[in-house]
């Protein structure tokens, strides 16, 4: 008998070892040419954007939209941030900015903040007629919002909130809530229920369970509440062009009056500046945080 | 002095009746085992008893006082769950004194207690680490210390070694021993594992769709089962049944074979019936000395399967399959014929039509 662990075998002619991978082979054309042809498709109009709004207009008028500036220039970047004409305003869009982080801060908070007690409570705390709750809240995710609209307009009349920052808040709140309940109560259903079982014996109640057991178990959802409400209430146009007034447009809105204005020349390159200084915000958001909003995502999904 | 007690206790979910008329005394400083398959409504009662589920009808006594009502913190008990449940958060000092901070307990005393319980469960030096840096037995130490802390009467174990590799369960499950031993309160233990319960408990609660089957010490469950049922379910490897006719003198019949009765310990006489004849596995002898026993049959091995400290032997009466434990050392091959025998004494005879004890 031989044994195994002293003796070395003789290795035969032939495959040994990982099976080599040709780094050119027809599989790797096909998947890598299609990923680069799309992301070129993405990534072009950035590019023009970009250099766009570092060029001064005569050399745009040259019509080269694909070539790089001759002649770098940030004078667009000023003039769409404190200068560019909106109406009789001339202030740009730096006011437009602060009327978005006014809206932005109270609205993401406050509505991560209810979302989050209402998806804890109908995933922990199963009270009579939950379900019939949570079937009439996913609904209202549902309902398409210019149906909303004038009865909102309404609502806000009556509340003397009409016009104001504080009315575009509560709106962004509530249409938040649909699907942010939704996350919510989905990632505290997959945390393990003996959890919430073991906090109850050891005599935690609703609010006690809630901060010190599930919240600081929630970082990576929190992450994507935060993106998906940063992102959505900072690109939002529809709510903030019917329930606020020209001092208090949100950037979104300021900027469509500035590249719509059709008064003089179009300055192309104070244009394309003023939309990537709007797009700037979302983008740190996904860059920052994009590794825990995919974690977030993930999480759920798979149970252990 | 009764420490729970269970009285009609009803559950339902929706339609599906899950406990059915419960009843259940356990005394101070027992350890019960509630024992059965998945499903069975074994860890339901549990959580019924805890508080983390509300009963649909009857009522709930811990030290005397009806705590049906009451929150499951308020009601005397500590439970260790199969998964541990510890906040992964948290430290293990802090999983400690979760319960007790909740409570409002003063420092100090929170403190002496964490220290006791530390040092009874050996997990001082883990005091200051987070679950996710403890193997699965530390975890699970730490899940009994949670409990412990709580200076309760009445201890909830919810298969709380289910989770961990053999060798484990095997000194976790001493050790609850041990701990049962030391602090004498009452204990209440869900588990299907039928060593756990054979080992650990005063008495097991068989417990199957929501019903006690059986209630007893784990001597008299092995010994004389009331039901097919719980005869199946204890015993490793499980009994064997022959179908046959008991008569009304005392004989059993199978097939061409007659198998007197003498010694057998009827529950009300022999009655001329179908039965079932059940035998353990580990009272059958084979070969030597098998002679010697009142009922003798001459078998051939079918399967042999070899586990070390004895031999499991697969073979036939009357054509009906019967297995037999043998030693280890025995010199056994497929196909060997050899002599069985058993005592009929120690049979557990079942009617075939209310598989009740006869």
């Not at chain 1, 730096?94 to 804890?120: D, E, K, Q």
């Not at chain 1, 996904?286 to 590794?291: E, H, L, N, T």
């Not at chain 2, 039928?194 to 010994?223: C, F, H, W």
Request: glycine share 8%.
């Amino acid at each position: 008998m031989t044994n195994n662990t002293e003796t070395t075998s003789t290795l035969m002619a032939g495959p040994r070892g990982p099976k080599p991978t040709k780094l050119l082979s027809p599989r790797n054309i096909m998947l890598y040419g299609t990923l680069i042809v799309v992301a070129l498709y993405y990534l072009l109009p950035l590019y023009v954007m970009v250099v766009t709004s570092l060029k001064g207009m005569p050399e745009i008028r040259l019509g080269n939209i694909f070539s790089p500036p001759v002649e770098i220039t940030t004078a667009p970047w000023t003039r769409a941030w404190s200068e560019a004409c909106t109406g009789l305003n001339c202030e740009g869009l730096s006011r437009g900015f602060w009327n978005s982080v006014r809206i932005l801060l109270p609205s993401v908070a406050l509505s991560i903040a209810i979302a989050s007690v209402n998806g804890y409570a109908l995933a922990n705390w199963k009270f009579k007629g939950a379900n019939v709750f949570f079937t009439i809240l996913i609904f209202g995710a549902f309902i398409p919002y210019q149906v909303m609209i004038y009865p909102i307009v309404i609502i806000l009349r009556e509340l003397k909130l009409f016009g104001s920052l504080g009315g575009l808040v509560l709106v962004h709140t509530v249409f938040g809530m649909p699907i942010l309940t939704l996350l919510f109560r989905n990632y505290f259903t997959s945390l393990p229920e003996e959890l919430f079982k073991a906090a109850r014996v050891d005599g935690a109640g609703f609010w006690g369970i809630y901060f010190r057991i599930m919240l600081p178990m929630s970082l990576p959802i929190f992450v994507v509440a935060m993106i998906l409400q940063v992102t959505g209430i900072w690109n939002d146009f529809l709510f903030g062009v019917i329930y606020t007034k020209p001092d208090t447009y949100p950037m979104t809105v300021q900027l469509n009056n500035i590249v719509n204005s059709v008064q003089g020349v179009k300055e192309y390159n104070v244009n394309m500046a003023a939309t990537l200084l709007t797009g700037v915000v979302p983008l740190i958001i996904y860059f920052v945080s994009g590794k825990l909003f995919v974690r977030g995502i993930a999480a759920g999904a798979v149970k252990g | 002095m009764t420490s729970v007690s269970i009285r009609n206790l009803d559950l339902q979910f929706g339609s599906v009746k899950v406990l059915k008329q419960l009843n259940l005394e356990i005394d101070h400083g027992e350890f019960l085992v509630l024992l059965g398959a998945s499903g069975c409504g074994k860890s339901t009662l549990l959580n019924c008893i805890a508080g983390l589920l509300d009963v649909s009808d009857g009522q709930i006594f811990i030290n005397e006082n009806n705590v049906t009502w009451e929150e499951p913190s308020n009601r005397g008990i500590g439970m260790v769950f199969q998964s541990y449940a510890l906040y992964p958060q948290m430290t293990v000092e802090g999983n400690l004194s979760f319960g007790l901070k909740n409570a409002k307990v003063p420092k100090d005393e929170i403190n002496k207690r964490v220290a006791r319980a530390a040092e009874v469960l050996q997990i001082e030096p883990l005091l200051k680490r987070k679950p996710a840096a403890l193997s699965g037995g530390q975890r699970q130490r730490v899940a009994i210390g949670r409990a412990l802390v709580r200076d309760v009467d009445v201890f909830l174990f919810d298969e709380p070694l289910s989770n961990l590799d053999a060798k484990l369960r095997a000194d976790l499950r001493v050790e609850i021993k041990r701990l049962h031993q030391k602090l004498n309160n009452t204990m209440i233990y869900v588990t299907h594992d039928q060593v756990e319960a054979m080992t650990l408990a005063d008495r097991i609660a068989i417990m199957k769709a929501g019903l006690i089957q059986q209630l007893d010490s784990p001597a008299e469950i092995y010994n004389r089962p009331v039901n097919k049922y719980v005869a199946d379910f204890i015993g490793s490897p499980s009994m064997n049944f022959l179908e046959g006719e008991l008569s009304s003198q005392g004989q059993f019949k199978v097939g061409g074979t007659v198998i007197d009765l003498k010694g057998y310990d009827y529950v009300d006489g022999p009655v001329a019936s179908p039965v079932w004849f059940g035998f353990r596995p580990e009272h059958a002898v084979a070969g030597e000395g098998a002679e010697h026993q009142p009922a003798t049959f001459q078998v051939v091995a079918e399967i042999v399967e070899p586990m070390g400290s004895d031999t499991l032997v697969w073979t036939k009466i009357e054509d009906q399959a019967f297995r037999v434990r043998m030693d280890g050392q025995a010199k056994i091959s497929t196909g060997d014929a050899f002599t069985l025998g058993f005592d009929p004494a120690r049979a557990s005879i079942f009617d075939k039509e209310t598989e009740l004890r006869v």
